[in-house]
Protein backbone atom coordinates (compact mmCIF):
# COMPACT_ATOMS: atom_id res chain seq x y z
CA UNK A 1 0.00 0.00 0.00
CA UNK A 2 1.46 3.04 -0.90
CA UNK A 3 1.01 6.16 1.63
CA UNK A 4 1.59 9.33 0.42
CA UNK A 5 1.87 12.65 2.54
CA UNK A 6 1.84 15.87 1.05
CA UNK A 7 3.50 19.61 2.33
CA UNK A 8 4.30 22.84 1.32
CA UNK A 9 0.65 24.86 1.39
CA UNK A 10 0.12 28.13 2.63
CA UNK A 11 -1.17 31.56 2.82
CA UNK A 12 0.30 33.49 -0.61
CA UNK A 13 -1.00 37.09 -2.44
CA UNK A 14 -2.40 36.94 -5.51
CA UNK A 15 0.92 36.63 -8.38
CA UNK A 16 2.93 35.05 -5.56
CA UNK A 17 3.97 30.87 -5.99
CA UNK A 18 3.97 27.57 -3.86
CA UNK A 19 6.14 24.73 -4.33
CA UNK A 20 3.96 21.36 -2.84
CA UNK A 21 5.56 17.88 -2.06
CA UNK A 22 4.63 14.89 -2.12
CA UNK A 23 6.80 12.23 -0.02
CA UNK A 24 5.26 8.56 -1.64
CA UNK A 25 6.41 5.27 0.42
CA UNK A 26 7.66 1.92 -1.47
CA UNK A 27 10.11 0.43 -3.87
CA UNK A 28 8.46 0.72 -6.75
CA UNK A 29 7.86 4.60 -6.75
CA UNK A 30 9.86 5.37 -10.39
CA UNK A 31 6.90 3.24 -12.01
CA UNK A 32 4.40 4.96 -10.47
CA UNK A 33 1.45 7.66 -12.68
CA UNK A 34 1.40 10.40 -9.73
CA UNK A 35 -1.32 13.51 -9.97
CA UNK A 36 -2.30 16.28 -8.15
CA UNK A 37 -5.93 17.15 -7.22
CA UNK A 38 -7.45 20.06 -5.99
CA UNK A 39 -10.88 20.69 -4.01
CA UNK A 40 -12.33 24.56 -3.15
CA UNK A 41 -14.76 24.29 -0.79
CA UNK A 42 -18.32 23.56 -2.47
CA UNK A 43 -17.04 21.70 -5.17
CA UNK A 44 -15.80 18.84 -6.68
CA UNK A 45 -12.40 17.32 -6.64
CA UNK A 46 -10.62 18.80 -9.38
CA UNK A 47 -7.55 16.84 -11.29
CA UNK A 48 -4.51 19.81 -11.88
CA UNK A 49 -1.77 18.09 -13.09
CA UNK A 50 -0.23 14.40 -13.85
CA UNK A 51 2.85 13.19 -14.46
CA UNK A 52 4.20 9.71 -15.73
CA UNK A 53 7.25 7.20 -15.62
CA UNK A 54 9.27 10.09 -17.81
CA UNK A 55 9.55 13.22 -16.65
CA UNK A 56 8.35 14.71 -20.07
CA UNK A 57 4.89 12.89 -19.91
CA UNK A 58 2.98 15.51 -18.49
CA UNK A 59 -0.89 16.25 -18.17
CA UNK A 60 -2.41 20.14 -17.33
CA UNK A 61 -5.58 20.74 -17.09
CA UNK A 62 -6.49 24.31 -18.61
CA UNK A 63 -7.35 26.14 -15.33
CA UNK A 64 -3.31 25.64 -14.48
CA UNK A 65 -1.63 25.53 -17.87
CA UNK A 66 1.36 27.35 -18.20
CA UNK A 67 1.13 28.38 -14.13
CA UNK A 68 1.89 25.10 -12.78
CA UNK A 69 4.50 22.26 -13.13
CA UNK A 70 4.77 19.14 -12.37
CA UNK A 71 8.03 17.40 -11.63
CA UNK A 72 9.28 14.13 -9.57
CA UNK A 73 12.78 13.38 -8.21
CA UNK A 74 12.52 9.11 -8.03
CA UNK A 75 15.42 9.17 -5.98
CA UNK A 76 13.35 10.80 -2.83
CA UNK A 77 10.12 9.40 -3.90
CA UNK A 78 8.91 12.36 -3.91
CA UNK A 79 7.10 14.83 -6.83
CA UNK A 80 6.22 18.30 -6.37
CA UNK A 81 3.91 21.07 -8.10
CA UNK A 82 5.58 24.76 -8.12
CA UNK A 83 2.84 27.02 -8.37
CA UNK A 84 3.53 30.44 -9.99
CA UNK A 85 0.94 33.23 -10.34
CA UNK A 86 -1.30 32.02 -7.94
CA UNK A 87 -5.17 33.42 -8.45
CA UNK A 88 -8.09 33.52 -5.47
CA UNK A 89 -9.85 30.95 -7.55
CA UNK A 90 -6.38 28.53 -6.72
CA UNK A 91 -7.36 28.35 -3.12
CA UNK A 92 -8.22 24.90 -1.97
CA UNK A 93 -7.01 21.61 -0.55
CA UNK A 94 -4.11 19.94 -2.64
CA UNK A 95 -3.57 16.13 -2.54
CA UNK A 96 -1.59 14.04 -4.30
CA UNK A 97 -2.59 10.71 -5.72
CA UNK A 98 -1.28 7.76 -7.23
CA UNK A 99 -3.02 7.58 -11.06
CA UNK A 100 -5.28 4.46 -11.30
CA UNK A 101 -6.95 5.19 -14.63
CA UNK A 102 -6.71 8.67 -16.92
CA UNK A 103 -8.22 11.67 -14.14
CA UNK A 104 -8.38 8.91 -11.56
CA UNK A 105 -6.59 9.19 -8.51
CA UNK A 106 -6.46 6.83 -5.37
CA UNK A 107 -4.37 6.69 -2.38
CA UNK A 108 -4.78 9.80 -1.42
CA UNK A 109 -2.58 12.31 0.78
CA UNK A 110 -4.05 13.88 3.41
CA UNK A 111 -4.06 17.09 1.78
CA UNK A 112 -2.60 20.25 2.03
CA UNK A 113 -4.41 23.97 2.48
CA UNK A 114 -3.57 26.67 -0.33
CA UNK A 115 -5.22 29.97 0.41
CA UNK A 116 -4.18 32.68 -2.03
CA UNK A 117 -5.84 36.11 -1.26
CA UNK A 118 -6.47 38.60 -3.40
Known amino acids: QVQLAESGGGLVQAGGSLRLSCAAS????????MGWFRQAPGKEREHVAA????????YYADSVKGRFIISRDNAKNTIYLQMNNLKPEDTAVYYC???????????WGQGTQVTVSS
Open 97 to 107: ALMTAPHVGGN
Open 26 to 33: GRAFSSYF
Open 51 to 58: IGRSPDST
